[in-house]
């Protein structure tokens, strides 16, 4: 699975025994100048961090899907599980 375009996915790592539960969202949305690339994590239940990362003209939305699955891919491997699909 893995972006195409414009769209959201959220995977979460939970391990009941080491009372770990976190999640990951990555999300690739339309902005005023270009695509922005938005990254959201945390645990589950509290506050989350957030980073946009904007691709102006300069860089396209290719740019950015590419990014995204870079993210993506990382996280799985790191043994993330995905919880929404892609649209």
Same mark, same amino acid.
């Given at each position: 699975?893995? &972006?195409?375009?414009?769209?959201?996915?959220?995977? &979460?790592?939970?391990?009941?025994? %080491?009372?770990?539960?976190?999640?990951?969202?990555?999300?690739?949305?339309?902005?005023? %100048?270009?695509?922005? %690339?938005?990254?959201?994590?945390?645990?589950?239940?509290?506050?989350?961090?957030?980073?946009?990362?904007? &691709?102006?003209?300069?860089?396209?939305?290719?740019?950015?899907?590419?990014?995204?699955?870079?993210?993506?891919?990382?996280?799985?491997?790191?043994?993330?599980?995905? &919880?929404?699909? %892609?649209?």
């Amino acid at each position: 699975m893995s &972006f195409e375009g414009y769209g959201k996915v959220e995977v &979460f790592w939970i391990i009941p025994d %080491l009372n770990r539960k976190r999640y990951y969202s990555i999300s690739v949305v339309p902005g005023l %100048l270009g695509p922005v %690339l938005v990254r959201s994590w945390g645990r589950i239940g509290e506050g989350r961090l957030r980073q946009k990362e904007h &691709f102006f003209p300069e860089r396209k939305l290719s740019d950015a899907v590419q990014m995204a699955n870079r993210l993506l891919a990382a996280k799985l491997r790191k043994g993330y599980c995905i &919880f929404s699909p %892609l649209p």
